[in-house]
């Protein structure tokens, strides 16, 4: 019976970094996957991570499951975290939320839900998006269409073209935004932007669905939400996705929350209710360290003074970097690259051909995704000379 399933080719981004690891060059540059690297190379742990596991270890007696909706601390600061302190949303009553394995996880209760609510219902996706959105909503059982985003000749959003694509969404339909730094582009929409969505949003009656996995590392943790919580002000339903993968460096702890912004209370608490059946039947409990971890972090104003502090210090190295990026790219080539300045967040893609980047992957071991998607965290003080030299020598 086994022996009918093919092997199967690699994931796109994980098996480049794979690739990266067994490169036995030590001028090897990974900018595969999205992950924060400081200068020395290393994905840190947070200081108040740190000192909340500390706390955790020395109190910890059980190792029981969690309640089915996971650390209460945790929803709770992420619901403030995501919809804001004054969120009026949460001020009635009319937010709840359930705990998931990361931002994946959280996508996919978000999935189960919808798709229990409307079956095979059509998400809009932008064009491009995280190559792992369709397949992990579509086994649910949703369906898709893409709209126009990312133009590469101006590296920006073609905000016309969106909105062109997306009078086509109706009543019953989602649409999936990147509620901050686009995963794979770095163009983010902007404010007036978002308002737009907004509208269109009342008139035409579909719903947002927002994965939002990168807050805090744009332009911080506030101005990060702003599209999200517009919309949130505005409409009577949202369904958003967040992950403390990044913003917590939890990635491996699988740390994540489901939102469902809902009419009125009763209906927060059905969705609640349909969300914990749903996680029952897809993974039955949730993971409990990073949770305990955030929840910790989240409901101690020292700690969460000291997380934002680190997150900053996070987030103004990466804007360094772009910075440095540009100058150092248009020394090496002569040509602009502005634009990596302009981008939010830890990706850009660097608008090099498929050609371009195997040669970069094969002559000088600097590793990307195929579409010259850069993770700029990975980016450091010892390599970005060899980078900037070895794209010179491919363009
Ligand atoms: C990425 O896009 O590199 C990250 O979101 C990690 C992942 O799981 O793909």
């Known amino acids: 019976m086994l022996d ?38 290393v994905c840190p742990v947070f200081g108040a991570i740190s000192e909340a596991q500390t706390a955790l270890v020395a109190e910890e007696i059980s190792k029981a499951y969690l309640p089915p909706a996971g650390v209460a601390d945790f929803n709770n600061g992420m619901q403030r975290l995501v919809l804001g302190q004054d969120s009026a949303a949460l001020a009635d009553g009319r937010v709840s939320s359930i705990q998931a394995p990361g931002g994946c996880g959280a996508l996919r209760i978000g999935a189960e839900i ?31 269409e893409t709209y126009r985003y990312y133009d590469a000749s101006t590296h920006g959003v073609n905000f016309d073209a969106m909105v062109e694509d997306l009078k086509q969404a109706g009543s019953g339909d989602l649409v999936l935004l ?57 409409l009577p339903e949202m369904i958003v996705a967040a992950s403390c993968s990044k913003n ?81 790219l248009q020394e090496a080539t002569g040509r602009d690259f502005e634009f990596i300045r302009k981008e939010k967040g830890m990706f850009s893609f660097l608008g090099l051909s498929a050609d371009q980047v195997k040669d970069l992957r094969e002559k000088h071991s600097v590793y990307m995704l195929g579409s010259s998607r850069i993770n700029v965290a990975g980016v450091n003080s010892r390599n970005i000379d060899y980078l900037a030299k070895a794209i010179a020598d491919v363009i």
């Open 178 to 234: 990147h509620g901050c730094c686009h995963n794979p582009c770095g163009a983010d929409l902007s404010m007036d932007q978002w308002e737009t969505i907004g509208s269109m949003a009342e008139a035409q009656g579909f719903m947002p669905f927002i994965d939002i996995a990168y807050q805090g590392l744009g332009d911080g943790l506030e101005a990060d939400a702003a599209g999200l919580r517009h919309l949130a002000a505005r």
């Open 4 to 41: 009918v399933l093919p092997r199967l080719p690699d994931d796109p981004i994980l098996g480049l970094a794979a690739a990266c690891r067994a490169d036995p060059n030590p001028q090897k540059v990974d900018l595969t996957l999205g992950i924060y690297m400081d200068d020395e190379g």
């Open 248 to 328: 917590m460096g939890l990635y491996r702890e699988r740390t994540g929350c489901t939102i469902f912004l809902c009419k009125d209370k009763d209906n927060a608490d059905a969705l609640l209710s349909q969300a914990k059946v749903a996680a029952r039947r897809v993974y039955s409990m949730p993971p409990a360290h990073g949770a305990l971890l955030a929840g910790r972090v989240l409901a101690d104003a020292a700690l969460t003074s000291q997380w934002q502090d680190e997150l900053e210090t996070m987030c103004a190295r990466i804007n360094g970097l772009r910075s440095d990026l540009v100058l150092k």
């Open 114 to 144: 919808i798709q229990a609510a409307a079956p095979g219902a059509k998400v809009w996706v932008s064009d491009p998006t995280w190559p792992v959105h369709i397949p992990l909503l579509g086994s649910v059982g949703l369906t898709f």
